[in-house]
């Protein structure tokens, strides 16, 4: 069954670092672009240039060492972030500017003091001028979420007309329903003269919770590229989780689309950024959180030790996980403890499961978890002969 690419375009470096006490030093972003190469994203949006002398540097040192994947600047729609990006970007074997502009009535009037005509202007300007220093160029149509659908198809085609490849359409406030932006993707596909031309990016936030729901309804109606972050960082409550989205594709072949992620080395690239950012996921994080493929009720452990597919619909080895963690508390069953003991040595009949089971018991209504060391002192205070 053929399938379709979404492309991955990772802003972990970017959007991912402007969550408060993630600041990253240049020689960290290094080592993350580097894993992320390898990891087989299709686009590293590796900073903001004229931000700061530092991010400027960023950008310019990862633009030298990343062998596959195109490397992005991101930059407003005024002429010298543009510049000072394309000079950032001179290195890279696959350049691509990211410009753009707020389009929702809220950002027009409030931010801009300006009209939805001059607007379409300075989107033009901001893509032409890209143009003239790199072929790559993205334009990100800011609060796209809650920007009305008609003049979002009027400035997309413009900035299709004055050169841009890629249109990135996001929920930047996490505002959308899955409904909603995947309709709003539909229309656009729909609507757009030219749009066969460039590839529709989704790039979601996730205040609502909705960020990989909505970024999956854009997919699969017509965007082919994602921009996520590793482990779901970013600004406020998140971006799209780059795991999530991946993993669901991966796991739904029915809709025919998948990416080029090496998925074995999603756990230890999220271990990475964890180390990296000091900034950890929740044990229950979908695909790579501790608890991911952990189980503590005694039903699910049965059926996860007879047959994993029970309870497990991802094979923990397919994102880089050794194995599914079988946990002792104190909803655990026979079959859990007896499967545990035999991992530290003890193979228990029957009848000695039933006296060691009791012991066990009373160790765990004492303590939260049951480790390999308790199981010596259970069966050792069992009293039975093994």
């Keep these: 069954m053929s399938t379709e690419k979404v492309h991955i375009f990772d802003t972990t470096l970017r959007d991912g670092e402007q969550v408060p006490g993630c600041k990253l030093n240049t020689e960290q972003k290094l080592i993350l672009a580097e894993r992320l190469d390898l990891l087989g994203v299709d686009i590293i949006e590796a900073g903001f240039p004229v931000s700061s002398p530092g991010d400027f540097k960023s950008v310019t040192e990862i633009a030298k060492i990343v062998k596959n994947a195109s490397v992005c600047g991101l930059t407003r729609a005024v002429e010298n972030d543009i510049k000072v990006a394309a000079e950032a970007l001179k290195y890279a074997k696959r350049p691509r500017i990211h410009t753009g502009i707020g389009t929702s009535e809220s950002h027009i009037k409030y931010k801009f003091n300006s009209t939805q005509d001059k607007i379409i202007e300075r989107a033009k300007h901001a893509v032409a001028y890209a143009k003239s220093f790199v072929e790559d160029i993205e334009f990100y149509a800011e609060d796209a979420g809650r920007t009305d659908n ?38 656009l596909k729909e609507n757009v003269k030219g749009i066969d031309k460039v590839i529709i990016s989704c790039h979601c936030h996730n205040d609502l919770g909705l960020a990989t729901a909505n970024s999956i309804a854009g997919v699969i109606n017509g965007a082919r590229q994602i921009e996520c972050t590793i482990n779901g960082i970013g600004e406020r409550a998140g971006n799209t989780a780059l795991e999530e989205v991946v993993m669901i594709m991966r796991q739904h072949p029915d809709l025919k689309l998948d990416t080029g992620i090496n998925s074995k080395l999603l756990y230890s690239t999220s ?76 193979e228990l009949t029957k009848l000695q499961l039933d006296v060691v089971y009791q012991e066990f018991l009373k160790y765990a209504d004492v303590k939260k978890e049951i480790l390999d060391q308790d199981i010596h002192e259970i069966i050792k205070t069992s009293g039975i002969e093994i």
């Excluded at 979908?286 to 503590?296: C, I, Q, T, W």
């Design 271 to 346: 271990q990475l950024v964890i180390e990296s950012m000091s900034m950890p996921v929740q044990p229950n994080k979908a695909v790579v959180g501790s608890n991911a493929f952990a189980h503590s009720s005694g039903i699910h452990q049965d059926g996860v030790i007879k047959n994993r597919e029970t309870y497990e619909i991802m094979d923990p080895e397919d994102v880089g996980v050794n194995e599914s963690a079988i946990v002792l508390t104190a909803r655990s069953g026979r079959a859990a403890l007896a499967y545990r003991a035999k991992l530290v040595g003890y």
């Design 150 to 187: 008609e003049f979002l198809a009027r400035i997309c085609e413009e900035v299709i007309k004055s050169g841009a490849t890629v249109l990135n359409i996001p929920d930047t406030t996490g505002y959308c329903l899955p409904e909603q932006y995947g309709a709003k993707i539909k229309y």
